[in-house]
């Protein structure tokens, strides 16, 4: 599966992300991450990107933008990996 448009830059490796809700847990819901990570310009495209099938998480078909992510979640969009890491956890 392509994606639907031309990526200019190389998206692969660990990204660290910074949102903690009330427990401390860090997390970072996946439209956003999508969009953090450039592979989404806008939040409409990254809806696009999740709901037509595009990107996994943990190796299996997310179809929620609102997912959220954890340390340790590896999410796949085309032939991109991305590992989570949590903020105090970036290389």
Do not use: C
């Amino acid at each position: 599966m392509s994606l639907p448009h031309t990526l200019e830059k190389l998206l692969e490796g660990s990204y660290a992300m910074g949102v903690k809700r009330s427990t401390g847990e860090t997390f970072i819901k996946l439209d956003q991450f999508l969009k953090w990570q450039q592979i989404a310009q806008t939040g409409g495209e990254a809806k696009l990107l999740i709901r037509n099938g595009y990107v996994e998480v943990n190796g299996e078909l997310e179809l929620r933008r609102g997912r959220k992510l954890f340390p340790g979640d590896e999410v796949r969009v085309d032939d991109l990996v991305f590992k989570v890491h949590g903020a105090d956890e970036a290389e």
